[in-house]
Nanobody, 131 residues
């Protein structure tokens, strides 16, 4: 099983980035996919998720209206489009997959370490928002 994130980098406040999560080794259509982020010294927080029907999407309150999660079933890839980025969005962003967890739970703030309820994790990509 692999989840590989890419697309992170340095961007100015107000800028945009699109993160990608390419998956392999599991049945993509049967898993909830979540995007999490983590800053040093803090727990990971779920910021966006997409359900197995590719219709239900959920967002953490602070990113609503700025982040959009989508998926490409043919490519087994999930994207996180981020616009109007703020310095407080600076973090390592991870994608994760789970066959059971409801996508709404990803952004509920109730998931705990070490695995935050997710079976599989990528290694993360760093997003830095700074002028």
């Amino acid at each position: 099983v692999q989840l590989v994130e890419s697309g992170g980098g340095l961007v100015q406040p107000g800028g945009s980035l699109r993160l990608s999560c390419v998956t392999s080794g599991f049945s993509f259509g049967d898993y909830t996919i979540g995007w999490f982020r983590q800053v040093p010294g803090k727990e990971r927080e779920g910021v966006a998720s997409i359900g197995t029907d590719y219709l239900r999407t959920y967002y953490e309150e602070s990113v609503k209206g700025r982040f959009t999660v989508s998926s490409d079933f043919a490519e087994s890839t999930v994207y996180l489009q981020m616009v109007s980025l703020k310095p407080e969005d600076t973090a390592v962003y991870y994608c994760a997959a789970d066959p059971v967890l409801d996508p709404s739970t990803v952004v509920s703030g109730t998931l705990k370490p070490p695995y935050y309820g997710m079976d599989f994790w990528g290694k993360g990509t760093l997003v830095t928002v700074s002028s």
